[in-house]
């Protein structure tokens, strides 16, 4: 039987520890193919390189990974390795593993969620999965997670135009108290800049700020990760606000002369 | 009476000519103050700069026209502007005018989007207005639309968590057959990847394409722009797709041991 084709990619670029976890625990269910930016990309959202050229360089990392390095964004991987690298569509693309938390609102600034959204557009069933930790000792729980949800996406699809995006709890495998199907939730990174001089006496800023979760609900997902759940929620990118269309044509139409 | 302060930005970049035109229309109606990004930053999406620092700098152009570019993107622009620069919120913030629209699944990659978006997540009514065309010689019809719709929101205001995305059809304002209150469309982008040989021999890939719109209801804003409406869709970005959630907390809790 031949092995189903699993496309990998995130956006921590390819020599992250997180898709080097990623490849191994695909490796036990199918045939990953490694095509990930050639550099960091986190926040980089759903860029896309239109103004400059991309350049494809293979790359080689202890234990057998092999994989395709892209000068460019998430996005940009999932584009050209469907439209130019790959002879056929993968069965499945994962995205990940990141380090760190995608929830809330925070998701519209993710290069790794963006990367399965480019998949979804393209036909993939897709899934970003990212664990709740910037640490990189342990991949136990979430390595365990990709292969459940690829297992699961390989045997029922999801629907069109839908994605997965996974986040995992960072303890110990045997803490995590199950699956929860999960909304995207409020959770948003309240953000400050600091105003700081360079060595040469001008002026500078640098973002910073910290995570404001006030979700008391385990339907949401930041919640459900911080109490050590596995958070699954299927989102799609149909952003139409449906509640107000009528509205605004009652206003556009009636109440204006 | 204190004039509207009113939050101007935009993705082609403080010397575009579309933000130039912007201004100018808003100049009648409020007290614009421009914080836009020093370079374009077009087809960026949602991407934040975490990992540089942000410089601001002062710009001057043609009119009196001034404002402040910053070295970051559309959303970097609102945040540093929100946070840092402005010493209370505007009273809305408008972002363009593009040069070419941005409907149906291509607003994902749009930094004009974006800027509105990480407005109405700061909790000020946004407004993205795009030109559907990447000539530059007539903004007539955009700028009309664009003051029609700030006075609009001005007076309505917005639902909390949604922005307007307006696309105004490039022709003269008289041929102009009114407002559409859209949905999403399913416009894209089909794109290709040119395989070329730079001058040291090797390979570079440039992305390409065209646009498809199979849409054929003046429901969707990119037939209702190609019809010679001005598109306005009311958007949100709460993706979660509720459709999907009973249906796969079916599947993970009764259909699997």
Redesign the interface.
């Known amino acids: 039987m031949t092995k189903h084709r699993i496309l990998i990619t995130n956006d921590d670029g390819i020599y992250a520890p997180g898709i080097y976890a990623l490849w191994e625990a695909m490796c036990s269910i199918g045939d990953p193919i490694v095509i990930a930016p050639e550099t ?1 990309q ?10 400059d ?4 360089v293979s790359v080689q990392r202890s234990g057998g990974f092999k994989g395709l390095a892209v000068t460019g964004t998430p ?2 991987c999932v ?2 390795a469907i ?2 690298i790959l002879d056929k569509k993968p069965a499945i693309l994962i995205s990940g593993i990141n380090q760190g938390a995608n929830v809330g ?1 925070n ?3 993710s290069g790794t969620v ?1 990367a399965a ?1 480019e998949g979804t ?1 393209l036909g993939i069933p897709s899934i970003a999965i990212s664990l709740e930790s910037y640490r990189s000792d342990d991949w136990r729980g979430a390595k365990k997670t990709a292969v459940d949800l690829a297992c ?1 996406v390989l045997q ?1 699809g ?2 069109k ?2 994605l997965l995006n996974v986040n995992v709890p960072y303890c110990d495998p045997n803490e995590i108290k199950g ?1 929860k ?1 999960t ?2 939730g409020n959770q ?1 990174f309240k ?3 600091d ?2 001089t ?1 060595p040469r006496g ?6 910073k700020g910290k995570i404001i979760d006030e979700d008391e609900s385990l339907d949401f997902d930041g919640k459900a990760v911080a109490e050590k759940y596995v958070s ?14 009528e509205k ?2 009652k ?2 139409t009636d109440e ?1 002369p």
């Open positions: 960091e986190s926040a980089v959202g759903h860029a896309i390189t239109i103004s050229p991309l350049r494809v996005s940009d584009k050209i439209k130019s609102k998701i519209i600034y963006s959204t557009i699961y029922y999801v629907p135009g839908t699956i199907i909304r995207q948003y953000d400050a800049f105003e700081r360079d001008r002026t500078y800023y640098w973002m699954v929620t299927p989102i799609h990118f149909n952003v139409t606000n449906e509640s107000y269309i605004l044509n206003q556009f204006r």
